[in-house]
């Protein structure tokens, strides 16, 4: 479990480390600075809009969000299995009534 | 301080019976267990549709000039609207599935058995209106599929005998699908089906609590005792790790596959092709289609709407019908009840080809 907790801790911060190079290197490109905004079309047609992200800052927020939820989920099932155990151990022993 | 808070509101309250009804309670533990993991499951969806559902109330403006827009607006510029709508829309699909996994481990375990056909027919109930939620949301984008969807879904009920046109109307608000549809499934979403749902669903809840869970069939019979593990601390600890994995899973799909929008939907516009209804009415809307437009002197969809009917029925009864489940009949159901699950995933790929 603790080896499985290291493992997923690292490669969220991995993730973390990449996604600020991907997100420099996005922002030097010709739509580096649209907006999710600015992606909807002016056109006097009205077109499906897309919600996804379009630029490389916004698609690295996301991934740098992501790779926090699971780093946070990770660490929270982590203390989650420590409490279980207890409570196990605890019941074992009888010391609840049910 | 907070166990003051407690006692404060105890006192004034009372609470403590309640809260000691509540948390006493012992889960089974057998090969069968992690089905009892699928009803807290269903409640973590439900808080989440609440949520969501309560803030894109904040924007949304369910009238015909401004459906659309005021979805477009949630989607483009209220921080984090595209997010809030995305997770609202999976977390839907998410809860009925839970919901048909969590009736069809109910269904195969038997657990319906005496004493808890009540706590089935509530959990049949909770499975329409959570459909009736997806249908009657489907509508509110506004736009050219959820209309047309919506028209063919609100004419099925035309072809029930007696009372079909009458349904159809009461659905639509009028003769046709328009802005007072729109409205009225707006209402039927945020305020009737939710206050209905909570009702039903503190019913079913207190059911379970008050028969406990049920044990396996074979233990049951030969009167093996089942080792039993507290509900609380230890049983929500392990279902705390369950939710953790599903919020996890569902935010993930949530941001990478969030639902885009299409146009405002045009009332005298020809219906779009390709209309199909959400992923969970795919094996009814692919059923209706299989009948003949006449079957001997009857209308093959009056017969197939019936027919659908008649199966909800079963659906209901299946306790009763049942009543001896460990017996030859009980075997047929169980094999009956396969063949129903393989049917619905067929048409459900039919549909989608």
Excluded at chain 2, 181 to 194: A, G, K, M, N, S
């Amino acid at each position: 479990m603790r080896n499985r907790s290291i493992l997923l801790a690292g490669l969220a911060l991995l993730l973390i480390i990449v996604a600020p190079l991907v997100e420099a290197a996005g922002e030097s490109g010709p739509n580096g600075q649209k907006s999710l905004v600015q992606t909807t079309p002016e056109k006097s047609k009205p077109e499906v809009i897309q919600p996804a992200p379009k630029n490389i800052k916004e698609k690295t927020a996301i991934c740098v969000f992501l790779a926090w939820l699971w780093l946070l989920i990770g660490v929270l099932i982590y203390f989650l299995r420590l409490k279980i155990k207890e409570a196990d151990r605890i019941f074992n022993l009888k010391f609840y009534s049910f | 301080m907070l166990k003051k808070i407690g006692e404060w509101l105890d006192h004034r309250l009372g609470l403590s019976p309640i809260l000691k009804f509540m948390m006493k309670k012992d889960v089974p533990q057998h090969e069968h267990t992690f089905w009892y993991y699928t009803g807290s499951s269903i409640l973590l969806f439900l808080t989440i549709q609440i949520v969501t559902g309560i803030l894109l109330a904040f924007y949304y403006k369910p009238t015909l000039e401004q459906a659309n827009a005021s979805v477009a607006r949630i989607m483009t510029e209220v921080p984090l609207g595209w997010i809030i709508r995305s997770v609202h829309s999976w977390s839907s699909s998410f809860m009925i599935a839970i919901v048909m996994i969590h009736l069809l481990g109910t269904m195969f375990t038997k657990s319906y058995r005496k004493p808890r056909e009540a706590t089935w027919l509530s959990g049949g109930l909770l499975l329409i209106m959570s459909m009736a939620f997806g249908f009657t949301g489907y509508l509110l984008p506004w736009d050219d599929l959820s209309l047309s969807a919506t028209k063919v879904g609100t004419d099925i009920p035309r072809k029930i005998p007696v009372i079909g046109a009458w349904a159809t109307k009461f659905l639509r608000g009028g003769e046709d699908v328009t802005g007072d549809t729109l409205t009225r499934f707006f209402i039927f979403h945020v305020c009737v089906l939710p206050l209905a749902i909570i009702l039903i669903l503190a019913v079913h809840v207190f059911l379970i609590q008050k028969h406990g869970m049920s044990i396996p069939l074979e233990a049951e019979r030969k009167g093996r005792q089942v080792k039993g593990l507290p509900f609380w601390p230890n049983f929500v600890l392990r279902e705390s790790v369950v939710w953790l994995i599903l919020l996890g899973v569902l935010l993930t799909i949530a941001v990478l596959f969030a639902p885009s929008l299409a146009p405002a939907a045009d009332l005298m516009a020809p219906a779009p092709e390709g209309i199909k209804p959400e992923w969970y009415f795919l094996f009814l809307f692919q059923t209706l289609k299989l009948f003949p437009a006449k079957v001997l002197f009857v209308n093959g969809e009056t017969l197939a709407v019936l027919t659908i009917l008649a199966m909800v029925a079963l659906l209901f009864l299946l306790p009763f019908i049942d009543n001896r489940p460990w017996e030859k009949k009980g075997k047929i159901i169980t094999y009956g009840g396969y063949l129903f699950l393989v049917y619905a995933a067929v048409m459900t790929v039919w549909s989608l080809l």
